[in-house]
DNA sequence: AGCCTGCCCTGCGAGC
DNA sequence: TGCTCGCAGGGCAGGC
């Protein structure tokens, strides 16, 4: 899924066409997504405004007039294709997408004339929900989340703190949204080759000069990432049927048996908390 | 509490 | 060619 470079990609393509919009219909073809679609909800949709289109770590957060925020979430395999604009074909992305995994459908009336937002997801591992926008902080998604790694609240003491206090393996710890927000299987993987810290070491033998690394590295990996336009995988595309160029930028991770760009050692493949982690073991200490 | 495993679901590429 | 297996960007519940 989508890890917060590409949310946020994803964010920025469709807020011309979401932020300002009035939602006329909204298809609900499939209820049954991770969780079931909350009650009611096309009902609850149809007619407000959408007032805003905010990211909060991996999920997108829409305020509406009518006092709740449409939250989203991609899970694995969630993508979002919009019609309309103002293409001559009026056809703003044709999607490549399954037709059959066009489970939500958003009929707008927007600041750029009519569109059509379609959520498409194979795996059904995405949500969508509604809650009080009032207490956005205090719902279920986002209680408990750690600050957003590129905002100022994310401070390197506090981080270090954090990981202190954990015992796991960092590469675990860099994956739990609470320490930090957004951080997924990929940049966890290029941000610890990038603080030379090997995925290994328990999270509490982090903390110091290597936590400030690490600190640092995440912040550089993210920009850089959400700077290209995210990491293109498998299915993964922007809203406007681009494909962001990061993974070309990968130093380590999907890379097994490369050579590491630092040292030219060959990457490694090891699985943690079951999933694959990609680390030089001659650069990350 | 922290930590780990299994599981939700579909699709795709590798290997036979 | 057609199959089976393993694996995929996430996060939750349930076990210890």
Redesign the pocket.
Known sequence: ???LP?VETVRRGLAPFMVGARIRRVEARRA?L?FPLPRDFAARLQGARIEALDRR???LVAPLSAGESLVM?L???GRFTVDGGDRPDGRYYAAGA?P??DHVVFELDGPAGPARVVYND????GLMDLVPSGGLDRC??FAGMGPEPLSDAFVAETFNAALK?????IK??L???RIVAG????YACEALHRAGVSPRRA??SVAGARGMRLWSALRAVLREAIEAG???????AASDGAL?YFQHRFRVY?REGAACPVCRAPVR?I??????TFYCGACQR
Request: charged share 35%; proline share 6%; net charge positive.
């Open positions: 899924m989508p890890e590409e049954d991770r770590g991996k999920y979430h899970g694995m395999s399954d059959r995994h194979p795996r059904r591992f279920r998604h206090a954990r015992a796991a393996p675990a710890a994956l739990d949204q951080i997924g299987n990929i999270a509490r995210g990491s293109s995988l498998r299915d993964f962001g999907d493949r699985v943690q908390s079951g999933r694959s």
